[in-house]
């Protein structure tokens, strides 16, 4: 078919597209074989008019003649900032046919996680976390799938989605291996930037398929289009001229050949000359010059018609355009008859309201509200909010219109964006309430309101943007007008900010500077809690005076309220890494519970301490044999965390933590399956953070156990595990991890430097636990070959510091390290010895490490196999391997 000519019933706009139309064909026959197979995604991409929307009633048509199920969407321009509306779109029709009871049923779990987003349940108190709402929509929209398979989704003008559903999408067609489904996605390129652009790149990146991009038509399917119009006498130059003129774009080509049709243009070459002026008229410019002609009141619809965007029916365009139904009715049969709007294509499947109207296309929707005069359009915006706050449709609704509005000291409509960033906020949609509340700055509040709305705004970004929040909340707390319990907590989500924005010194410096501004008491206590956990989670310097400090105030608590536990922590912490006794840690921290729990107000989701103190407390457990309590804390936060539906950093760090307790206690593969999903987490929040480095070096740190070398310097490599390093301490310690990864591929020198670097550092603290930053072991034992006396020095130490801290596992670890660098009986005496304090240690890869190593220097068959079978339980691949060569190699084994 040389002009691509489609079927008589097809749309014009599928000339010369058989082989987009047999792709479509393909999936659908795919989709309907069989009710396990994989979910595919087709992603259209074109300039505008090039038949995007065609293609995708097509394919409409030929999943419901397969007796597919399909739910349709599309975005809009002037919609973009109304969190969740796509995709509400999309849901519509699964949701209208499902009572609130059974909509429960069917989402189970996620049905107070998505429910909101979807409008279909109130919102739970407190801001939702955007990540697990995205997951329950995820959840959501799978459920609903299954149950309706053969499902065909299609998401037409995806370009114009809100950002909330491009994030839902992105993460949906991630996933499709396993559901049954077929996604078709249509956008212009371009037109976006910022996380929507990636949102969409991220869904193309996802197609199997290569992404569709149209092309405009050629000059062939252009005259055969042109004859299907005006008649098969319409002659060869007129054909070409009106190709010229459109360019071949199918939507530019049909409106200039229904222009001819009105115009009565004969189709010969002699007339031809008439076609560019005929064009301009059909858009642009042309296209507004034609709505003029209709006459004022036809002009005044089409004008609150482009306002409205959506819902567009004559009655709300009535009341918005201020004129009586029956006029507005009237302008309605014009703007139709004059192919400007038109009564929704049955076939494009959006279910739309009785009398509910929408423009022929979004490119005359574009016209008609660019043509708007300025001042008409941000008055006539503001009172289509007005209308819909007194129709009762909330704020947030309304918001899109607020928006609009010029600047004009409106105090009402302050609060109006104010509310509606709380909606906004409790339904997981940030980046909306941040829009909200940086236009309510621009009214601007009123003095003594404007600190709250900055202090609003930095906490509508705390979970999404630190270094936003970081700006937001330092120009509130430096305004008048934030009372004294909001002032406190502006200065702690502040540290807290530049805590993870990794400006650790500042946070420091910022509760500090507002402790010295408060008398004694509660208030001035908790500050201080706060300096002193920021200057304990340094990585470089921590000040033998601050310790001394620490020390003094906690010997005077005896645990009677939550200010005085958080100090029993600190100091636990505190006394930990600098490897003092474990026992006074354990009954540091211990003093911190109440009856073995956490106290009521200190726990993992109560604002007023923070994740952080937590962290500590379980860190502290971790590393002086505590595992079992460690352990608990860390699978509490989790399911914490994941109940409250805070699915960022919070969850990243409750996995990377807990991942460290399954590291610690030689549960590897649970280690590594927890710090993957950590990372997975930390990924979503932002690269280089302090929660992104804990979740890399304990991943890179049990690769390394578990003997996968290669793999552990892939992922260094992938996640740019290498320095410079944040200013926060990172368990496990990051440089000993580092210098180990580095020793462990060859990279001698490089190793030996990075772990003498971890020396100073431990120098610079005033001492370290050698459990925590296990470098002086590791340091000992690559320097051994070159300066023997060196290593035996260290060794020394680390033995000392084992013996100070006097847990099982510090005390075995140095004598594994002495005899490592013995020989003989007295290698085998050592690592005897190892092995028995390594026995009573919770921590069973460096017990069966010891087992190896004992079996190797008194050449027992029995010691080898204890190792080779612990080494196996724990996952210690590499450790199960040199087992087993010792095994076949010694053959005069005992």
Request: proline share 5%; with cysteine; charged share 25%.
């Amino acid at each position: 078919m040389t002009e691509g000519r489609p079927p008589a019933a097809a749309s014009a706009s599928l000339w010369e597209r058989d082989a987009e139309i047999a792709t479509v064909a393909r999936a659908v026959e795919d989709l309907c074989a069989e009710q396990s197979s994989a979910g595919s995604l087709l992603v259209v991409r074109g300039e505008s008019g090039l038949g995007k929307t065609a293609l995708l009633a097509e394919a409409r048509r030929i999943a419901e003649r397969r007796g597919c199920t399909v739910w349709s969407a599309r975005g809009a321009e002037t919609l973009r900032s109304v969190p969740f509306t796509v995709l509400r779109q999309l849901l519509q029709p699964a949701l209208l046919s499902l009572g609130p009871e059974e909509a429960r049923a069917h989402l189970g779990d996620w049905y107070d996680i998505a429910g909101p987003a979807l409008g279909i349940a109130d919102p739970r108190e407190g801001n939702a976390d955007p990540q697990y709402v995205c997951d329950g929509l995820v959840a959501a929209v799978r459920r609903l799938a299954r149950r309706a398979w053969p499902l065909v989704l299609l998401l037409d003008d995806a370009h114009w989605a809100d950002q909330e559903t491009l994030r839902w999408l992105a993460a949906f067609t991630e996933r499709l291996d396993d559901l049954p489904v077929l996604v078709v996605v249509a956008r212009r390129p371009g037109e976006v930037r910022g996380d929507s652009a990636r949102h969409l790149e991220a869904v193309a990146a996802a197609a199997r398929h290569p992404v569709s991009n149209l092309s405009a038509l050629t000059p062939d399917a252009t005259a055969g289009l042109t004859r299907a119009t005006l008649g098969r006498h319409a002659d060869d130059p007129f054909c070409r001229e009106v190709w010229a003129v459109t360019g071949g774009n199918p939507y530019d080509t049909v409106e200039l050949l229904a222009k001819v049709q009105d115009s009565e243009l004969q189709p010969v070459e002699a007339r031809a000359g008439e076609l560019r002026a005929l064009n301009r008229a059909a858009r642009g410019g042309g296209l507004v010059d034609r709505l003029k002609g209709l006459g004022l009141e036809a002009t005044r619809f089409a004008w609150a018609a482009a306002i409205l965007g959506t819902g567009i029916t004559v009655d709300m365009v009535a009341r918005l355009a201020t004129m009586d139904e029956d006029l507005a009715r009237g302008c309605a049969e014009v703007l139709c008859s004059a192919r400007i709007l038109t009564a929704p294509d049955p076939a494009a499947g959006l279910d739309h309201d009785d009398g509910e109207l929408e423009f022929v296309h979004p490119l005359i929707a574009t016209a008609v509200y660019n043509s708007i005069p300025p001042g008409v359009c941000t008055a006539m915006h503001g009172v289509a909010a007005q209308i819909l706050t007194e129709l009762g449709r909330g704020a947030a609704e309304a918001a899109r219109h607020l928006l609009k509005v010029h600047p004009d000291d409106d105090e009402e409509l302050v609060e109006q964006l104010r509310e509606a960033a709380r909606e906004h906020l409790a339904v997981g949609a940030p980046d909306a309430a941040r829009r909200c509340l940086e236009r309510a700055l621009r009214e601007p509040p009123l003095p003594e309101v404007h600190a709250q709305v900055l202090y609003e705004l930095g906490c509508a970004t705390s979970l999404t943007n630190p270094a936003v929040t970081i700006g937001h909340l330092q120009t509130a707390l430096g305004m008048p007008g934030l009372d004294a319990g909001d002032r406190v907590d502006a200065v702690v989500r502040l540290s807290q900010a530049l805590l993870h924005n990794d400006q650790l010194e500042e946070a420091v410096r910022t509760v500090e500077a507002e402790a010295a501004r408060h008398e004694a008491g509660p208030v001035r206590m908790r500050l201080q809690a706060f300096q002193f956990m920021w200057e304990g989670i340094h990585g470089e310097t921590v000040s033998p005076a601050r310790s001394r400090r620490l020390a003094d105030l906690a010997a005077t608590c005896t645990g009677r309220d939550n200010a005085e536990r958080v100090l029993l922590i600190l100091r636990g912490f505190d006394a930990m890494t600098h490897g003092e006794s474990a026992d006074e840690v354990i009954e540091l921290c211990d003093r911190a519970l109440v009856n073995g729990r956490l106290a009521p107000g200190l726990g993992w989701t109560d604002p007023e301490w923070g994740m952080e103190l937590l962290m500590m407390l379980g860190s502290a457990y971790a590393y002086a044999d505590r595992l079992d309590r460690a352990e608990s804390l860390f699978a509490e936060a989790r399911r914490v965390y994941t109940c409250a539906g805070w699915r960022g950093g919070h969850l990243s760090l409750a996995n990377a933590f807990l991942g460290l307790a399954y590291r610690r206690q030689g549960r590897l593969r649970d280690a590594e399956c927890t710090l993957r999903e950590a990372l997975r987490l930390a990924e979503r929040v932002g690269r280089r953070l302090p929660l992104y480095w804990s979740a890399t070096c304990g991943l890179v740190d049990t690769l390394l156990a578990r003997g996968r070398v290669e793999e552990a310097w892939s992922v260094a490599e992938q996640y740019g595990f290498a320095p410079p390093y944040p200013s926060t301490i990172v368990l496990p310690d990051i440089r000993s991890v580092r210098g180990r990864l580095l020793l462990a591929v060859g990279r001698t020198q490089e190793g030996i430097d990075e772990l003498e670097a971890a020396e100073k550092t431990a120098a610079s603290r005033g001492g370290h636990n050698p459990v925590l930053a296990p470098w002086s072991v590791d340091l000992a034992k690559a320097v051994a070959a070159e300066n023997p006396e060196r290593a035996a020095r260290l060794a020394a130490d680390a033995r000392r510091q084992a013996e100070r801290f006097g847990t099982d596992t510090a005390v075995g670890e140095a004598l594994r390290c002495a005899a490592a660098l013995a020989t003989g009986r007295r290698a085998a005496h050592l690592a005897a010895r190892a092995v028995t304090y390594l026995e009573a240690s919770p921590c069973q890869y460096e017990h069966a490490a010891a087992r190896v190593e004992y079996g190797i220097a008194a050449r027992s068959t029995a010691e080898l196999h204890r190792g080779l079978d612990l080494a196996l339980a724990c996952g210690a691949d590499g450790l199960a391997a040199r087992a087993r060569e010792a095994l076949e190699t010694g053959r005069d084994l005992h």
